[in-house]
T-cell receptor, first 111, second 115 residues
Framework: QKEVEQNSGPLSVPEGAIASLNCTYSDRVSQSFFWYRQYSGKSPELIMSIYSNGDKEDGRFTAQLNKASQYVSLLIRDSQPSDSATYLCAVKSSGTYKYIFGTGTRLKVLA | DAGVTQSPTHLIKTRGQHVTLRCSPISGHKSVSWYQQVLGQGPQFIFQYYEKEERGRGNFPDRFSARQFPNYSSELNVNALLLGDSALYLC??????????????FGEGSRLTVL
């Protein structure tokens, strides 16, 4: 079982729709959770972090964390073609300095 | 403010050679991490340095080494290059303290091709 799992996609959504990206993790002591966006040929760019159970909203983005289910998700409202990218989920456990990344989900927003 | 800067951005080496990659963190950040990203995969942790000391090492062979300088910049060295070392090498800085998990901010990366 991989430590951080994401569906590789591609996930295709029409412009203006809500894109839902999911991530599960295996280490129950994980404390910190991050979503990154990576355009083809570029480096990862931090979208948001979440540390507590529940929802965290930032503009069109909402991160949702459920530690009991070991599940973190990212919702993108009013998806735009410019949101087309690979979205990486990253997890950090307490007591370590290592951030573990999933393989990413490729999102395609269709105009 | 300048972000994380890395150099060189692209380089081509042959098997058996050595490479040095450089990174300058965001001003005020004392932690630097190195990650390797192979095409189609997520970044894999190589090293983390904080206050010039190695704080973590990933599952990479001893051919990989790094150091952090007094100004918090960092170098990643890879000896005896193999074809499988071809990847995007990412440097990330964070405002990391003992009690703060910190968010990673990545540079643009150094794309290494080994022929």
């Amino acid at each position: 079982q991989k430590e951080v799992e994401q569906n590789s996609g591609p996930l295709s959504v029409p412009e203006g729709a809500i894109a839902s990206l999911n991530c599960t993790y295996s280490d129950r002591v994980s404390q910190s959770f991050f979503w990154y966006r990576q355009y083809s040929g570029k480096s990862p760019e931090l979208i948001m972090s979440i540390y507590s159970n529940g929802d965290k909203e930032d503009g069109r983005f909402t991160a949702q964390l459920n530690k009991a289910s070991q599940y973190v998700s990212l919702l993108i409202r009013d998806s735009q073609p410019s949101d087309s990218a690979t979205y990486l989920c990253a997890v950090k456990s307490s007591g370590t300095y290592k951030y573990i990344f999933g393989t990413g989900t490729r999102l395609k927003v269709l105009a | 403010d300048a972000g994380v800067t890395q150099s060189p951005t692209h380089l081509i080496k042959t098997r058996g050679q050595h490479v040095t990659l450089r990174c300058s963190p965001i001003s005020g950040h004392k932690s630097v991490s190195w990650y390797q990203q192979v095409l189609g995969q997520g970044p894999q942790f190589i090293f983390q340095y904080y206050e010039k000391e190695e704080r973590g090492r990933g599952n990479f062979p001893d051919r990989f080494s790094a150091r952090q300088f007094p100004n918090y910049s960092s170098e990643l060295n890879v000896n005896a290059l193999l074809l499988g070392d071809s990847a995007l090498y990412l440097c990330a800085s964070s405002y990391f303290t003992a009690g703060n998990t910190g968010e990673l901010f990545f540079g643009e990366g150094s794309r290494l091709t080994v022929l």
